[in-house]
């Protein structure tokens, strides 16, 4: 398929950027500090590996997405690469989807290298238990920052890098805060009770990816979590590369 | 001389800008198959037109006037203008790369709003850019696969278009460290990597040195003889002249003229050019004085004749007042004249209008 | 025929190896200057308490959205903080104003975090001399777990050892609750039998302090267990079980 073509060359050049090797260099390094700093737990050091490593897989991640991915299609645009694709028999909406799909994989493939790595250090302290739950853990991450850009493609798409930066971070705290945007609804009056129910059901459901406090002590979750997370991820990010189809297709290319 | 204006020219259009029956050129393309106005045309391009519209201020700029034009299988075609003309404008819409504001167009008679229109075409922008990270290779094989060639015939053809364009020792070489005239001619390959029929070229010999711009014009003139149809804009117009089967000549957004470079250049006064030795006091025959302008230059005297059918009778005159004869020189206006006076009549100056490309 | 240039000297490099130097140079020196003046600053201006930072920190509830997401790992950091403000106290002043609130963060970010509750709750009991703080640290703790056995052991354990008297009754509570709950020690029921009973306070008291000692990964813990077990030992080598109970029963004033 055509996406493919494009996924695979985005992939290919974002591996080959130095920011995604120094993402990984740093999330390594990080892992080393845990081990540095758990005599410093008091006994909490096996917690302190596990909860630190999944959070930076998650803010790295996220990093990536904000400094590569919402330059991802703009950059191509400012440098004027994009005529070259555009020009063939290649339909817009495929190459947004190309474009996505090549950064998440290039995503997933960091996180499955830090997750590894993080995987290895608890085995060699006596833990490969912790296997499953770091592997689901990662994996909702991945989900989490699958959705994520995808809103980073569509601003990207549409407006500058800085500019879709400051966007995908904003869509990102309030997919954090939806749970407390809901809380805060149901204590307004109707009126502004349902625009901000509204908001909040815009706001990507990034709770839904967090299973951070499970991994901590080890456990699994469920079938159905799992795949109401994979469910969600798919129809967001369909949503919102739809909506980045249609603005792009009358775009000009001056 | 606007194009409705000359019923005889080619691609002259009624009122409704609809082509009338394509006459014989003055200049035939030299025989070659594929030629031919009879199939239907490569492109066809009725009542096209862009303008922009300001987001806030509502204001619209005009950069293309309602534009019609046919290019004919296996031709050349020049697109000149100068810059802010609306050349790439006009490349562009036909690539998908603008949206047009009016008017519809085919590409080897399929309508350029669906994709499959550019299956069989290659376009080469204007001054190209690229993936740093890719290498040759890696690049025209991916935009050959783009372009529907199959992985290994996509390889295969890479590696081929890449030592074609004089850049088959640097495959595995980024395209951060190619130099312009590298890059450019990456861009060509990456047009005629996967066979298209029809090549649309943006300033192809930009940023080309003397060689790359022979190398150029070879590739085309090949793709000609392999009956590809290549239109093509440029501001080195000896190369247009030396190439182009036809030349549409573009201004303000309005298509000026549409004629053979032969017509466009037969139609001119012709003259001739006799320089006589200088120094010598001698007055034109009244009889040929309406006829003959003087110039003093150096150590000779230039007499341009504007009939060159009374070129005998200038001569015998000479001989007979025994003035020496240096030169006789038949002077054909170029395509550069012809086009600078074309722009200067439609008092068009580039750089006093902003006009978006 | 090859060539070989000859080098000779450039005026244009000269010039810019003297400016690298300079600059070199004055970087060395304003560096120097700074580390100098920021040493003497340190020396001689009044210097802030340390880890007092925390008493700014929010409330668990407030600091929570501000975690976005990674409540566990601002847990551990906060952790982190709250061993480094204990051990820095108790070293100096035996004051430990601000541990009911970061512990309270703490707790509130991961309830899942037991082991600084039951430490926290210790210190404050033992050390901070602030026992209804410490209950309320375990309280607050079981309602947001009320499925740990480990925590209802902890919570009997904090009322047999409470300073000023032990609380048979409602230690035995806690170590039944702890025998039904999943994650409570296999002796949780024969402590509770044994409080009930209201017998061999030393002895039980003696094997729990054992327990914490044996297993606690926390090193504070495990030296307010050994300070315990030695009084213990000591009151029953002479019999003078007063020495251990006084411990136990006498309320301990201190002055803040």
């Not at chain 1, 945007?181 to 009126?191: T, V």
């Not at chain 2, 290019?71 to 000149?80: A, I, S, T």
Request: with cysteine; charged share 20%; glycine share 8%.
């Amino acid at each position: 398929m055509i996406a493919l073509l494009v996924a695979r060359n985005t992939f290919r050049e974002v591996v080959r950027d130095r920011v995604l090797l120094g993402i990984v260099v740093g999330g390594l390094l990080l892992l080393g500090v845990t081990r540095l700093a758990s005599p410093l737990a008091m006994g909490e050091g096996l917690r302190l590996t596990v909860d630190l490593g999944l959070s930076s897989i998650s803010w790295l991640g996220l990093l990536v997405v904000l400094t590569v991915g919402t330059a991802l299609v703009s950059k191509e645009i400012d440098r004027r690469t994009i005529f070259n694709l555009l020009s063939r028999p290649l339909p817009r909406p495929l190459y947004l989807l190309g474009k996505w799909l090549g950064l998440t994989l290039a995503l997933a493939a960091v996180s499955a290298i830090l997750g590894t790595a993080l995987w290895l250090m608890l085995a060699a302290l006596g833990h490969a238990a912790y296997a499953g739950s770091i592997s689901e853990a990662v994996f909702l991450a991945n989900l989490e920052l699958a959705v994520i850009n995808s809103l980073a493609v569509m601003f990207s798409a549409l407006s500058t890098p800085v500019l879709s930066a400051l966007y995908t971070l904003g869509f990102f705290l309030g997919g954090q805060w939806c749970d407390d945007l809901r809380r805060f609804a149901s204590h307004c009056p109707p009126g502004l009770r349902a625009m901000i129910e509204g908001a909040a059901n815009v706001m990507p459901n990034l709770p839904l990816f967090n299973m951070r406090t499970l991994a901590s002590g080890g456990e699994l979750t469920t079938w159905t979590h799992l795949g109401l997370a994979s469910a969600y991820a798919a129809l967001y990010c369909a949503c919102v590369l739809a909506l980045a189809s249609a603005a792009f297709e009358s775009r000009d290319f001056k | 001389m606007s194009m409705t204006s000359n019923p005889s020219a080619p691609n002259a259009l009624n009122a409704d800008h609809q082509p009338l029956a394509a006459p014989a050129s003055g200049r035939p393309a030299a025989g070659r198959p594929g030629v031919t106005s009879d199939s239907g045309p490569a492109v066809s391009i009725r009542g096209i037109t862009k303008h922009y519209r300001h987001p806030w201020t509502q204001k619209v700029t005009r950069g293309l006037e309602p534009l019609s034009l046919d290019v004919h299988r296996g031709e050349v075609f020049g697109y000149l203008g100068p810059n802010g003309a609306g050349k790439t404008t006009t490349l562009k819409i036909l690539t998908g790369l603008l949206k047009p504001t009016a008017g519809t167009a085919t590409i080897l008679g399929v309508p350029i709003e669906r994709v499959s229109s550019r299956t069989r075409m290659g376009f080469l922008p204007e001054q190209p850019y690229f993936y740093d990270s890719l290498t040759g290779v890696e690049y025209l094989e991916f935009v050959a696969r783009l372009s529907g060639m199959p992985g290994r015939e996509a390889t295969r053809a890479a590696r081929a278009w890449l030592a074609k364009v004089g850049l088959g020792e640097r495959e595995r070489q980024a395209l951060r460290k190619y130099s312009k005239g590298m890059l450019q001619r990456l861009g060509l390959a990456a047009a005629m990597v996967h066979e298209p029929e029809l090549l649309i070229l943006d300033e192809p010999m930009s940023g080309l040195d003397p060689f790359g711009r022979r190398d150029v014009r070879d590739l085309i003139l090949e793709q000609r003889e392999r009956g590809t149809t290549v239109l093509f804009s440029s501001h080195i117009l000896p190369d247009v002249e030396a190439l182009c089967d036809r030349v549409a000549i573009l201004l303000e957004g309005r298509l000026e003229r549409v004629a053979t470079v032969g017509d466009l250049v037969d139609g001119t006064a012709p003259a001739v050019e006799v320089r006589v030795e200088g120094g010598r006091v001698f007055e034109i025959p009244p009889r040929l004085a309406p006829v003959v302008e003087r110039a003093d230059a150096g150590g000779s005297t230039g007499l341009r004749l504007r009939e060159p059918e009374r070129l005998q009778e200038l001569l015998a005159w000479l001989l007979a007042e025994r003035i020496a004869v240096r030169g006789v020189t038949p002077i054909r206006p170029s395509l550069e004249q012809l086009f600078m006076a074309a722009a200067e009549k439609s008092a068009f100056h580039a750089q006093d209008v902003r006009r978006p490309a | 025929m090859i060539v070989r240039a000859v080098p000779v000297a450039s005026p244009v490099r000269d010039a810019i190896r003297r400016r690298m130097v300079v600059a070199w140079a004055a970087a060395v020196v304003l560096g120097f200057g700074a580390c100098r003046l920021a040493a003497h600053a340190a020396a001689t201006l009044p210097a802030p308490a340390p880890f007092e930072e925390l008493a700014y920190y929010p409330s668990g509830r407030a600091l929570e959205p501000a975690t976005l997401g990674h409540a566990e790992s601002m847990a551990d950091l906060a952790w982190l903080r709250a061993v480094q403000y204990y051990g820095e106290h108790r070293i100096t002043d035996l004051r430990f104003s601000q541990m009911r609130h970061v512990f309270e963060i703490l707790t509130t970010l991961s309830p899942s975090f037991e082991s600084p509750c039951i430490f926290g709750a210790f210190a404050l009991a033992q050390e901070g001399n602030d026992f209804a703080a410490a209950e309320q640290l375990m309280l607050d703790a079981l309602e947001r777990r009320p499925r740990s056995g480990r925590l209802a052991f902890e919570m009997g354990f904090l009322y047999f050892v409470k300073p000023g008297g032990r609380d048979l009754r409602k230690a035995a509570e806690y170590f039944e609750l702890a025998s039904r709950l999943p994650g409570g020690p296999p002796s949780a029921a024969r402590f509770a039998a044994s409080a009930r009973q209201n017998s061999g306070d030393l002895v039980m008291a003696h094997e729990l302090w054992v327990q914490v000692r044996a297993s606690s990964p926390n090193r504070y813990l495990r030296e307010i267990a050994e300070r315990e077990l030695e009084r213990i030992e000591k009151a029953i080598a002479t019999g003078r079980q007063e020495l251990a109970v006084h411990r136990m029963s006498r309320p301990v004033v201190v002055v803040r």
